[in-house]
């Protein structure tokens, strides 16, 4: 594996600990793909450094588990908005 993977995997996965960020969020930040930082974390990081790779996917399996409510809470925010805006339009 080219070092410079290597060292990416390890600042995405302390990243990921560091920030309890999400692997959406964390591709914004390196500016790579989703499926990328999936693989740096589950594949790379565990070859390289056990302990972190557990840390990161803890928190990834923890994002993944609450994902729905987030989801959930997105779309009654955007209802509500429309539904404010209508309010306002019709005065």
Do not use: P
Request: no cysteine; hydrophobic share 30%.
């Amino acid at each position: 594996m080219k070092e410079y993977i290597e060292e990416r995997a390890v600042e995405v996965g302390n990243y990921i600990v560091d920030k309890k960020a999400t692997v959406r969020q964390t591709a914004k930040v390196f500016g790579i793909s989703k499926s990328t930082v999936h693989k740096d974390v589950t594949e790379r990081l565990e070859k390289i450094n056990q302990s972190l790779a557990r840390r990161a996917r803890e928190v990834l399996d923890l994002n993944k588990s609450e994902r729905h409510i987030r989801g959930g809470m997105a779309t009654r925010g955007k209802y509500q908005k429309i539904k404010k805006n209508t309010k306002a339009i019709q005065g």
